[in-house]
């Protein structure tokens, strides 16, 4: 997920995805704190879908918000809740406005109805 305008294309939305990756949580500068519209994603989203930093049936990463520099944050999932977490995590990213790519594919994912 990462705040900024919703591209095109699938291609267009997988080289910004590549080039906020690259800025905010490859860069060896100083860290970069989230931005404000991806604290609140993410505390939603583990409203739902808590940190269990011992034993996490869910993140593959947690704590998700260590996921997360700047305008980017990327979520790492378990493979066995992965399709149930990826369609709420898809649906919330739309609710904070915020641009969700599956990097698998990749391409752009919208919610199902």
Do not use: Q
């Not at 970069?32 to 269990?52: C, F, K, Q």
């Not at 977490?85 to 904070?96: D, K, M, Q, T």
């Amino acid at each position: 997920m990462w705040d900024g305008d919703r591209p095109f294309d699938n291609r267009a939305a997988s080289s910004a995805y590549d080039e906020f990756y690259e800025r905010y949580l490859e860069s060896d500068d100083v860290a970069v704190p989230p931005a404000p519209r991806i604290v609140a994603y993410v505390e939603a989203l583990v409203t739902r879908y808590p940190d269990d930093v011992d034993r996490s049936v869910v993140w593959a990463s947690p704590p998700v918000i260590d996921e997360a520099s700047g305008l980017i944050v990327h979520l790492l999932m378990s493979y066995s809740k992965a399709e149930e977490v990826s369609e709420y995590a898809a649906a919330l990213s739309r609710e904070h406005g915020l641009v969700c790519l599956e990097r698998k594919v990749p391409a752009i994912r919208r919610p199902a109805r």
